[in-house]
């Protein structure tokens, strides 16, 4: 008779990184799974003498680590990746962007959100937090996928492609939350835009329908120097004052970029427990600035790292964007200790999963949290030698040295092969709908 625990999963041999607070690896690690859940962590060889896994992945020459987090990602605009770039701003929106999205549907949503989740599972990312048009597409992307989503359809005062009047996008919110309530892996956030492009009154609707149920507000929030002078002359406020004075930051918010804030409206986002999502490759690629990430982080901000869409970065791999993080703070601040590397590893793991409230669920390899993690293959000449695993994380690996992925105890990427989509008829629909959007830009210019 075995005295041995059935679980489902064993993840054994890996150089272990968990993320939790001590921050030290782990040699021939394991993790036990049983019920999407983390049962226990640590040594392969204690894992070994308690457990019968039905289900074992070798992670021999790999790094086991929490899934990477992208905290902000308007997944569908994949369809728009290089299809304009080093434009200002304005110019990009106004002669490129907006003239597709006038034409957006579902199915382009539909096919974009898909190949982000595929994008985004071969790079190792298990969790995103998505704002976008459609965003019920998104859902079933990500449920397709088999990948964590905290999402929203985005409301502003204009017109939507999707639901029309912003009367239907309060709606077409309600029904995305009744919709997914209870899903293991999709929560949905209520998502006005920006604090420009929203009406003080659409404001606190959302805030009001986000504590009706119980869920987060979700905005982007002083991403540009253009965005805090008209808030400044709609309202006579910074957006940060702005939002304060509207009772806004009254409830879990997370707030997208806050690149132009000062010291003040820092404690003020503090006071208020808002998750931060930092972006610096889309804000170089655009040109908004550099967030005071140090200041944040100083005055005890959760902040996390997202991508953006792909159309301003132009790609969804969490690892390049680690990189960029660690080095742009230290060219704008002169100082190369500052984001050093173990700070911006728990951005894209522990302290992203913080920023977006889902630190109970993710974020560390910790029993009682969801399985989800990543075996990072360290045997490629670019990884040799392993002096310091952490900085081989953000400085030198790159998405496509994940091997294999497991969100809620299931392995959806295994040895780089995506289990859950089939790449090729999505990449197929997205040339297709490629040549579509060039036409209706070209017609435009
Ligand atoms: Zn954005």
């Known amino acids: 008779m075995s005295l041995l625990e059935p679980?489902?999963?064993?993840?054994?041999?890996?150089?272990?990184?968990?993320?939790?607070?001590?921050?030290?690896?782990?040699?021939?690690?394991?993790?036990g799974v049983r019920g999407g859940a983390i049962l226990e962590v640590g040594p392969t060889r204690e894992l070994r003498e308690r457990y019968l896994p039905s289900q074992v992945l070798d992670a021999t020459g790999c790094a086991v680590l929490p899934g990477l987090i992208n905290a902000h990602t308007?997944?569908?605009?994949?369809?728009?990746?290089?299809?304009?770039?080093?434009?200002?701003?304005?110019?990009?929106?106004?002669?490129?962007?907006?003239?597709?999205?006038?034409?957006?549907?579902?199915?382009?949503?539909?096919?974009g959100a898909l190949l982000a989740c595929a994008e985004m599972l071969l790079s190792g990312t298990t969790t995103f937090c998505d704002m976008y048009l459609f965003e019920d597409e998104v859902a079933r992307a990500a449920k397709q996928a088999g990948m964590r989503a905290l999402l929203g359809e985005v409301l502003?005062?204009?017109?939507?492609?999707?639901?029309?009047?912003?009367?239907?996008?309060?709606?077409?919110?309600?029904?995305?939350?009744?919709?997914?309530?209870?899903?293991?892996?999709?929560?949905?956030?209520?998502?006005?835009?920006?604090?420009?492009?929203?009406?003080?009154?659409?404001?606190?609707?959302?805030?009001?329908?986000?504590?009706?149920?119980?869920?987060?507000?979700?905005?982007?929030?002083?991403?540009?120097?253009?965005?805090?002078?008209?808030?400044?002359?709609?309202?006579?406020?910074?957006?940060?004052?702005?939002?304060?004075?509207?009772?806004?930051?009254?409830?879990?918010?997370?707030?997208?970029?806050?690149?132009?804030?000062?010291?003040?409206?820092?404690?003020?986002?503090?006071?208020?427990?808002?998750?931060?999502?930092?972006?610096?490759?889309?804000?170089?690629?655009?040109?908004?600035?550099?967030?005071?990430?140090?200041?944040?982080?100083?005055?005890?901000?959760?902040?996390g790292l997202g991508t953006d869409g792909a159309a301003s970065n132009n790609d969804l791999d969490l690892f390049r964007e680690m990189d960029s993080a660690a080095k742009l703070h230290k060219v704008f601040s002169k100082d190369p200790t500052v984001m050093d590397a173990p700070t911006v590893l728990a951005m894209a793991t522990r302290m992203g999963a913080r920023a977006l409230g889902l630190e109970s669920l993710v974020g560390s390899l910790e029993p009682g949290k969801r399985a989800d993690l990543i075996l990072v293959d360290l045997g490629s000449p670019h990884l040799c030698p392993v002096h310091e695993v952490v900085s081989h994380l953000v400085y030198t690996a790159r998405g496509s040295d994940v091997r294999s992925v497991v969100i809620d105890g299931r392995v959806v990427v295994q040895d780089r092969r995506l289990l859950t989509l089939d790449l090729p008829i999505i990449m197929e629909a997205v040339r297709e709908i490629s040549s579509e959007i060039k036409e209706l830009v070209q017609r435009k210019r």
């Not at 968990?18 to 690896?25: E, G, T």
């Not at 990746?81 to 949503?109: C, K, N, Q, S, T």
């Open 74 to 111: 308007h997944a569908p605009m994949t369809i728009f990746r290089g299809l304009a770039d080093d434009l200002p701003l304005m110019e990009w929106l106004e002669h490129y962007i907006f003239p597709a999205e006038a034409h957006l549907r579902a199915e382009w949503v539909h096919w």
């Open 156 to 303: 502003y005062d204009f017109p939507s492609p999707n639901y029309g009047p912003i009367e239907q996008g309060f709606r077409y919110t309600e029904e995305l939350i009744q919709s997914w309530e209870g899903d293991p892996l999709v929560q949905v956030a209520v998502e006005p835009h920006a604090p420009f492009t929203c009406s003080p009154e659409l404001l606190r609707r959302a805030r009001e329908l986000a504590d009706s149920h119980g869920v987060p507000l979700i905005i982007h929030l002083a991403e540009t120097t253009h965005e805090v002078s008209r808030v400044q002359e709609m309202y006579g406020l910074s957006p940060v004052n702005h939002l304060r004075e509207l009772s806004i930051l009254d409830g879990p918010t997370i707030a997208d970029h806050v690149v132009w804030v000062d010291q003040e409206e820092i404690r003020v986002l503090s006071e208020h427990g808002v998750g931060i999502v930092h972006n610096p490759e889309s804000n170089m690629k655009l040109a908004s600035g550099v967030a005071p990430v140090r200041a944040m982080l100083e005055m005890g901000l959760a902040v």
């Open 7 to 31: 679980i489902d999963l064993l993840v054994e041999n890996g150089l272990l990184l968990s993320m939790d607070h001590s921050m030290r690896p782990l040699e021939g690690g394991a993790v």
